[in-house]
């Protein structure tokens, strides 16, 4: 009988895997730290990637589902300058690669595609141990515990299981992005509204940069990144919203109204995203019993690829443990072997920063537009 699977984390990652398992009947069994699906918000807009995501999702047996889930037209892209000059306004023409969902969306289609029962909501993991032999015990906030053969670390960037195969840990990027929301926009906030498009607006500039999204019900999602260091934001009091929207409005300065109304005119208090990522490249030898995947494994800077790569990290590792399912440890290392080097490959992919007042930066647009489309901070 295969070795029983437990993962710690119900994000998109760790549920591809349970659902992968599931399909395969290997036992399995998800820990989340929120107390219920709907216990917090999930994020904004994915654009699945052919060749990560969707392959994730084929292997899955969720394609069809999947694509009842995506919302038309959102591969549109605009590029514009800070004083709202367009530089690139590129229609979503149905032949794009990459559909968008809502991330909560796709990660409500993985837990319905699951037994009940298999995801344990409110089990926060407090610490995590080695026993020997390949075997592992959870601790839980709550004061339970469970030991387990196989363990899958799936916790994101401040995993607790990672300790147990690997010293490294997140450092600060330099930069972080404020998230703000515009509701109902095309009635509420029309030049803003306008000025997004249909998909994704992109505005760059050297430490400055907006990003936009246009999700369902007439939201704008925006994504306001500054290059700082973490004490310039502690001296912003993000416990008073007029104050912080004030303070970061203030660093766009001369940038257009349609553009900072993405920051002065949101519905919601601002909230801070500082961004982190683990060192470039990062690997560990084989412990026997445990691995990681998704942001626990190789958190790096938001390039659109981290849902992604989550999504198929699981899907391989399921079907490797599919594949072998009297050798577990077989199947970690061949789903590590191939882990590894995709995600180094990966985490290189920055996007570049453009100046768009330089003429020259312009001739790059088509190749910044490309990798700007693969997701806002964050994905």
């Known amino acids: 009988?295969?070795?029983?699977?437990?993962?710690?984390?119900?994000?998109?990652?760790?549920?591809?895997?349970?659902?992968v398992l599931h399909l395969?009947?290997?036992?399995v069994t998800v820990y989340e730290a929120d107390s219920?699906?709907?216990?917090?918000?999930?994020?904004?807009?994915?654009?699945?990637?052919?060749?990560?995501?969707?392959?994730?999702?084929?292997?899955?047996?969720?394609?069809?589902?999947?694509r009842g889930l995506v919302l038309e037209g959102r591969q549109a892209l605009r590029v514009l300058a800070p004083d709202g000059t367009v530089l690139l306004d590129q229609p979503?023409?149905?032949?794009?690669?990459?559909?968008?969902?809502?991330?909560?969306?796709?990660?409500?289609l993985l837990l319905d595609s699951?037994?009940?029962?298999t995801v344990r909501w409110g089990r926060k993991a407090a610490l995590v141990r080695a026993l020997g032999a390949g075997r592992h015990e959870v601790t839980f906030a709550d004061g339970s515990t469970v030991v387990t053969a196989l363990l899958v670390g799936a916790d994101g960037a401040w995993s607790r299981v990672r300790p147990l195969v690997s010293a490294a840990a997140p450092g600060y990027i330099g930069k972080s992005v404020v998230e703000t929301y515009l509701f109902d926009a095309a009635t509420r906030h029309p030049a803003a509204s306008k000025t997004v498009g249909g998909g994704m607006l992109v505005v760059p500039s050297p430490g400055r940069e907006i990003f936009a999204h246009r999700e369902k019900d007439d939201t704008l999602h925006a994504y306001v990144g500054l290059s700082e260091p973490q004490d310039w934001f502690a001296a912003v009091d993000f416990g008073d919203a007029a104050a912080a929207t004030e303070r970061i409005a203030r660093e766009f300065d001369g940038w257009a109204p349609e553009l900072t109304a993405l920051i002065t005119d949101s519905d919601v208090a601002p909230v801070l995203r500082p961004l982190f990522a683990l060192p470039p490249g990062h690997r560990w030898d084989r412990v026997p019993g445990v691995t990681l995947l998704g942001d626990a494994a190789h958190?790096?800077?938001?390039?659109?690829?981290?849902?992604?790569?989550?999504?198929?990290?699981?899907?391989d590792l399921g079907t490797a443990l599919a594949a072998h399912p009297d050798?577990?440890?077989?199947?970690?290392?061949?789903?590590e072997e191939a882990m590894f080097p995709r995600s180094a490959e990966t985490a290189t992919d920055e996007m570049p920063v453009i100046d768009p007042s330089d003429d020259a930066a312009r001739e790059v647009l088509g190749l910044f537009a490309g990798e700007a489309a693969d997701g806002a901070p964050g994905q």
Not at 37 to 66: K, N, Y
Not at 300 to 310: D, I, T, Y
Not at 327 to 332: F, I, K, S
Request: net charge negative; charged share 20%; glycine share 18%.
């Open 1 to 19: 009988m295969p070795t029983p699977v437990t993962v710690v984390g119900a994000g998109l990652g760790g549920l591809t895997l349970a659902r």
């Open 299 to 315: 958190l790096s800077a938001p390039n659109g690829e981290g849902a992604n790569l989550a999504m198929l990290d699981g899907a």
């Open 36 to 66: 219920s699906p709907a216990a917090r918000a999930q994020g904004g807009l994915l654009d699945i990637h052919e060749d990560s995501g969707q392959l994730a999702l084929e292997a899955a047996g969720l394609t069809d589902a999947f």
């Open 92 to 108: 979503d023409d149905g032949t794009g690669g990459r559909p968008e969902v809502q991330r909560g969306d796709l990660r409500q």
């Open 327 to 335: 050798d577990a440890e077989a199947a970690l290392g061949r789903y």
């Open 24 to 27: 395969h009947g290997i036992p």
């Open 114 to 117: 699951l037994p009940a029962g």
